[in-house]
């Protein structure tokens, strides 16, 4: 993957699209299904010609693309919950690199999220959503910091939604991995938000370019 700003954009696109699904499940018990299925598809993506096709294009990501850029515009409009899910999510994924078995067992839940997906002949199946939340429960639960989800306690209670949850969080954790992958540093976010600011409106005005 080459290094450079628009695949940092696109990456923590990703990522925002992930949290913001999560903050959607966890405060009304559902979310966009489209955009749901761009997020667990991207973690059951293992081998990709590029970062986009790991996303399966740049129009699935218009949620994530709308979010980042908001979050980068400037700080009023910042979302501190989806901040502070995004932060976390990359520092555990800088965390479960350092640990071999972690990567084998989440490799191991790929695996069997991908036949279940297959078997189901759709993404969004019951059963893809639990192979993925248990290889998240297994692995990066058992590290800090944790995540903590806010919202509603019905929500957050019920069992398929959980599972949602856990799912879209180790969708977060791939973008993070994608993002580090095309040279994004947390020390350097600060000193390249405009940038990332400006990358993400040009990628989103290049959608309804495309679309028109």
Wanted: charged letters at 25%; one cysteine or more.
């Amino acid at each position: 993957m080459e290094k450079n700003l628009t695949n940092q954009t696109i990456a923590l696109a990703g990522l925002a699209q992930a949290v913001t699904l999560v903050q959607q499940i966890a405060k009304r018990g559902t979310a966009d299904l489209q955009d749901m299925e761009v997020s667990i598809a991207s973690t059951l993506k293992v081998d990709a010609d590029d970062i986009l096709d790991v996303y399966g294009g740049l129009a699935g990501l218009k949620t994530g693309l709308k979010q980042l850029e908001r979050q980068l515009a400037e700080p009023r409009q910042v979302d501190p919950e989806l901040a502070r899910y995004a932060s976390t999510l990359m520092f555990l994924e800088q965390s479960v690199m350092k640990q071999p078995a972690m990567i084998e067992a989440i490799g191991v839940a790929v695996s069997r999220a991908q036949a279940n997906a297959e078997k189901a002949g759709r993404m969004l199946d019951d059963e893809v959503f639990e192979a993925l939340a248990y290889g998240y429960q297994q692995t990066l639960s058992q590290l800090k910091p944790r995540v903590i989800v806010s919202g509603e306690q019905r929500h957050l209670s019920a069992q398929h939604n959980s599972d949602r949850i856990r799912a879209l969080l180790l969708a977060g954790v791939r973008s993070a991995l994608l993002w580090r992958q095309a040279g994004g540093v947390r020390w350097k976010f600060l000193f390249i938000r405009s940038r990332l600011q400006r990358e993400a409106c040009r990628l989103l005005a290049s959608i309804g370019t495309a679309t028109a």
